[in-house]
């Protein structure tokens, strides 16, 4: 409790921010972080890329297939008079 106070209270003063800042640890630490977000967002692209055309062939045919069952079940059946309109509002 006590220790979490101390670092609270150090790391409000913005002159020791300042100067931890310009330290070549964390600048270090900085870079190899920016250089690590980079690359995976670099990677994700790629792999969306790629990825894209599977999907939308895997749409299509799970549509093609979708269609073929139904009309193999008879669905969309015939329209009559009353139907199709609000609900409970049939013949």
Do not use: H, Y
């Not at 220790?3 to 790391?11: E, I």
């Not at 409000?12 to 270090?28: D, V």
């Not at 093609?64 to 193999?72: N, P, Q, V």
Request: overall charge positive.
């Amino acid at each position: 409790m006590v220790l979490r106070r101390v670092l609270f209270a150090l790391l409000s003063n913005p002159r020791l921010i300042e100067k931890l800042s310009e330290s070549r640890p964390i600048r270090a630490a900085a870079r190899l972080t920016a250089a690590a977000i980079t690359r995976g967002q670099l990677s994700a692209r790629q792999a969306t890329r790629g990825f894209a055309p599977r999907l939308l062939r895997l749409r299509d045919t799970f549509l093609k297939e979708l269609k073929d069952g139904a009309r193999a079940k008879g669905w969309p059946g015939p329209r009559g008079p009353g139907r199709g309109g609000r609900p409970g509002g049939g013949p």
